[in-house]
């Protein structure tokens, strides 16, 4: 959540782009995803799931266990109260809520507020922004201009080393150093939560024309494969296998392109627990599924 926002913000101004209406949305599912990589969410495993869409299969708590964020603990607190109350919804259903996109007034509660600057403010925090008063003609507003460069630098190159690799092997600068769990998958969820934000070509500013094409080209092409589950395309039998995989096995010539995706949804099935089984790697498909139909993205 916080990598996708500081891809966002100006460096020296310290706010986002007015013109963004995406972020918002996809912060709210980077904080699902951040709670199944956790395993503190997942999909319901029951048989019949899957002659649901992806996006509409149920969640379920798997640990009430705090994890010490804010933002997260109170989502979870909120799923975990409305499964006891006997209901459990689907990915794109907790999404237009945490958003406040619902109609049905008995669940505004849901909605979380002031999801960027409270972000922003732990963030800073951290030291890696700064507050600052800016002046908009009318009214004064916080910004948080960028306080450590490095931080930053480091979010922007990991996620370029991702997406501009022409090789079937994870490349180690796309991975974070930090010895955390599911680590490619993580970098996956990054570049594909700053595509669906309108974040990511922030990233690119160093970058010729067309580098930067083939490097949206590449992410579009594993969104589309981590949005289905499982990874790479779908498996027979379950209704995800009715979207085709968007890599082809092709004959003449390799495309290395796609083989290095190849090798990048090889790599991440690797850190499923139980394999296709895995109810949080699930999860997390269901949620890039959900922001793949970002408006601007079609």
């Not at 956790?38 to 509409?56: E, F, N």
Request: proline fraction near 3%; include cysteine.
């Amino acid at each position: 959540m916080e990598e996708v926002l500081l891809l966002g913000i100006k460096d020296k101004q310290g706010y986002l782009s007015f013109w963004n209406d995406n972020i918002s949305y996809a912060l709210r599912g980077c904080i699902l995803i951040e709670l199944a990589l956790r395993r503190r969410i997942g999909v319901v495993r029951d048989a019949g799931r899957k002659r649901l869409p992806l996006p509409d299969r149920p969640i379920t708590v798997l640990s009430t266990r705090q994890t010490g964020e804010t933002l997260l603990d109170e989502t979870l607190r909120m799923m975990k109260q409305t499964e006891d109350a006997g209901e459990k919804m689907g990915v794109g259903t907790w999404v237009d809520l945490l958003s406040g996109e619902t109609w049905n007034v008995l669940k505004i509660g849901f909605q979380l507020k002031q999801v960027r600057e409270r972000l922003a403010k732990g963030l800073v925090d951290k030291g890696v922004l700064r507050t600052e008063k800016r002046n908009f003609l009318l009214f004064d507003m916080a910004t948080h201009p960028v306080a450590d460069a490095h931080v930053k630098a480091g979010v922007v190159n990991r996620v370029v080393a991702l997406l501009t690799s022409g090789t079937s092997a994870v490349p180690p600068a796309a991975l974070d150093a930090d010895g955390t769990q599911c680590r490619v998958l993580r970098a996956v969820c990054l570049a594909c939560a700053a595509y669906t934000a309108s974040v990511l070509d922030n990233a690119f500013g160093r970058l010729g024309y067309e580098e930067r094409e083939a490097a949206f080209g590449r992410c579009d092409e594993i969104l589309g494969e981590f949005g289905v589950w499982p990874f790479g395309g779908g498996a027979a039998g379950g209704a995800d296998s009715k979207r085709k995989p968007r890599i082809a096995t092709g004959s003449a010539g390799v495309d290395l392109g796609r083989e290095s995706v190849r090798g990048l949804v090889a790599a991440a099935r690797g850190e499923a627990v139980g394999g296709d089984e895995d109810a949080g790697f699930e999860l997390v498909a269901a949620v890039l599924e959900v922001l793949s139909k970002l408006d601007s993205l079609l």
